[in-house]
Structures are given as C-alpha cells and as structure tokens.
C-alpha cells in the first residue's frame, strides 16, 4: 500500500501546486491539509477532490489511505458505486427510526402509555 502523503505529495508536485494552493483548492485549511498527511488518512469527500485535482484515480487514493474498521465497506463498495445510495438508504432508515422515537416520546410526555397519569384526577 503506497502512503498516501507520498502519493499525493509527487502528484502535487507535477501539477505544479504549492500545498496552500492544493489545500485550497480541495476546501481545506493548511493546517488541515498538514494533519491529514500526518495521519495518513483522509475523509472520502476529500479524497475524491484530491482525485479530480490531481488526476489520481480514487481507487488508488483509497488504497492509500489508512481506513479505519469501520469504513472498509466504504472501499468494497466503491467498487460498484453503492456508496451514495447505501448511505441515502441507511439516512432514511435513521430518519424512521428518530421520528418514531419522538412519537413515543410525546404520547409519553402526554400520559398516553402510563396508567398511572390516566388514572389520576384532580380533585378540588
């Protein structure tokens, strides 16, 4: 697996790109840009500008980057461009689940579920 910051760094380099210039043009700080090099790890929208900017295909950049466990699939499933509509799919499926969650919520902030708030009567 070649490291990222060589990889980037010699790219860079042929484009003729300080690294501010680079760093800006992908959206990021330079101190920003500094961090990800050291960490030999980068966020997948970075990654993918750095791709358009550098004409450095993304496979080859994700090779480079150091994943963590969880963000393998995001490597297999690049293979076959799943990644956009995995994520709407699994977003969507959050989005259920909290608003179902915010139901349950108020019909329990409400007395709706608990005998005991249903049962009770003020008297005066």
Not at 12 to 36: C, H, P, W
Not at 65 to 77: A, D, P, S
Request: positive net charge; charged residues 25%; hydrophobic residues 35%.
């Amino acid at each position: 697996m070649e490291n990222l910051k060589k990889l980037i760094d010699e790219a860079r380099k042929k484009k003729g790109y300080s690294i501010r210039n680079l760093a800006l043009k992908i959206g990021m700080t330079e101190a920003g840009y500094y961090a990800m090099l050291r960490n030999n790890s980068a966020k997948l929208r970075i990654l993918e500008k750095l791709s358009e900017e550098l004409s450095i295909p993304l496979g080859t950049l994700l090779e480079a980057n150091e994943l963590t466990e969880g963000q393998q699939f995001i490597l297999v499933n690049t293979e076959n461009n799943s990644i956009e509509s995995e994520w709407k799919t699994k977003y969507e499926e959050s989005q259920r689940y909290v608003k179902a969650l915010l139901k349950t919520i108020e019909q329990l902030t409400m007395g709706k579920h608990n005998p005991v708030f249903q049962s009770q009567t003020v008297a005066a």
